[in-house]
């Protein structure tokens, strides 16, 4: 089985910190995401990696910032932490295209 | 701009009948569709995917059905179970690295 781990179930930081958001998946995919839910937005892509080393912005980039130096992990960051950053923050990893997508368990962020 | 839609935002269904999910998309480059089921607290899990050269895909319970030219897929759950209540996201991909995700809809299941 496929295991996508994040470093936190739940969060709490204060606006102006840097949060680090860590995820590690057991599988060997050269694919990785961060995502965000927010109630009645579904969810929308932060950042992406397609391979070690590389990234690209998905739709909401802004006060984000990511890291992936070795195939099983990628980081996300949180630059100067807002309240408008409180959210569910999702994981992901894949193999190759076309294939699904497998998520971690999510991590609760409460930005005060 | 929502590329994937889900119009309804829940649905309630009684045990032992179906349930169907439909799901609309706006970009005609989409050619991979899948469902995941999502309880709270928990990440979504993949639950069934069909690609744009078929309009059908079955599995158990399960089976999504395509329609290119309406652009509009739908998910038929039969017959619904308890453990069905769940919130489902409906997504979507071209032939890049990125899935576009509906907002879902919560499916309460009546004993």
């Known amino acids: 089985d496929v295991k996508v781990t994040q470093s936190s179930r739940y969060l709490v930081k204060r606006t102006g910190e840097k949060v680090f958001l860590e995820c590690v998946q057991d599988?060997?995919?050269?694919?990785m995401f961060w995502y965000r839910q927010d109630p009645g937005l579904g969810l929308r892509l932060i950042y992406f990696?397609?391979?070690?080393?590389?990234?690209e912005k998905g739709d909401i980039p802004e006060g984000y910032s990511v890291s992936r130096e070795k195939k099983e992990r990628f980081s996300l960051i949180l630059e100067s932490a807002s309240t408008n950053q409180t959210s569910m923050y999702l994981c992901?990893?894949?193999?190759?295209?076309?294939?699904?997508?497998?998520f971690g368990p999510g991590t609760r962020l409460t930005v005060t | 701009d929502q590329q994937v839609k889900q119009n309804s935002p829940s649905l309630s269904v009684q045990e032992g009948r179906i349930s169907i999910l439909n799901c609309d998309y706006t970009n005609s480059m989409f050619d991979y569709f899948l469902w995941y089921k999502k309880y709270p607290a928990e990440g979504p899990t993949f639950l069934i995917s069909?690609?744009?050269?078929?309009d059908k895909n079955e599995d158990g319970r399960f089976t999504v059905f395509l329609n290119k030219s309406a652009k509009h897929l739908s998910l038929h759950i039969v017959p619904s179970q308890p453990g069905d209540s769940a919130v489902y996201f409906c997504?979507?991909?071209?032939?890049?690295?990125?899935?576009?995700f509906g907002a879902g809809t919560t499916v309460t299941v009546r004993a």
């Open positions: 599988m060997d995919h050269e694919n």
């Open positions: 992901a990893s894949r193999q190759a295209l076309p294939g699904e997508q497998y």
């Open positions: 997504a979507a991909s071209a032939t890049d690295y990125k899935l576009s």
């Open positions: 990696s397609y391979d070690v080393k590389m990234k």
């Open positions: 069909i690609s744009s050269i078929k």
